[in-house]
Nanobody, 116 residues
Framework: QVQLVESGGGLVQPGGSLRLSCAAS????????MAWYRRAPGKQRAVVAV???????TYVDSVKGRFTISRDNAQNTVYLHMSSLKPEDTAVYYC??????????WGKGTQVTAAS
């Protein structure tokens, strides 16, 4: 069964850090490019960071220098280390293959809130 389980979110003050984890079933993870997405209040889900099967990483401009995506192929896990968090980073964060659309299987996500 296809599964994606995100964890590690929470409430942090602006400037704080969090590390998100995503455990993926092998059918999604194996030899695939993987990504973290986020859905901010009132906005559509959008890609934040990508890690290819060859470990090349890319980021949207708004998180460059603050977020780091990585993967552990032995554990079928993708990570997102977030630092210098800003209120505009507040969103529900999801991981999935890259690309992934509305009709693909998604996990429940993990809520990240950066607020004083």
């Amino acid at each position: 069964q296809v599964q994606l389980v995100e964890s590690g979110g929470g409430l942090v003050q602006p400037g704080g850090s969090l590390r998100l984890s995503c455990a993926a079933s092998g059918s999604i993870f194996n030899r695939r490019d993987m990504a973290w997405y986020r859905r901010a209040p009132g906005k559509q889900r959008a890609v934040v960071a990508v890690v290819t099967s060859g470990n090349t990483t890319t980021y949207v401009d708004s998180v460059k220098g603050r977020f780091t995506i990585s993967r552990d192929n032995a554990q079928n896990t993708v990570y997102l280390h977030m630092s210098s968090l800003k209120p505009e980073d507040t969103a529900v964060y999801y991981c999935n293959k890259m690309p992934a659309g509305h009709d693909d299987n998604w996990g429940k996500g993990t809520q990240v809130t950066a607020a004083s």
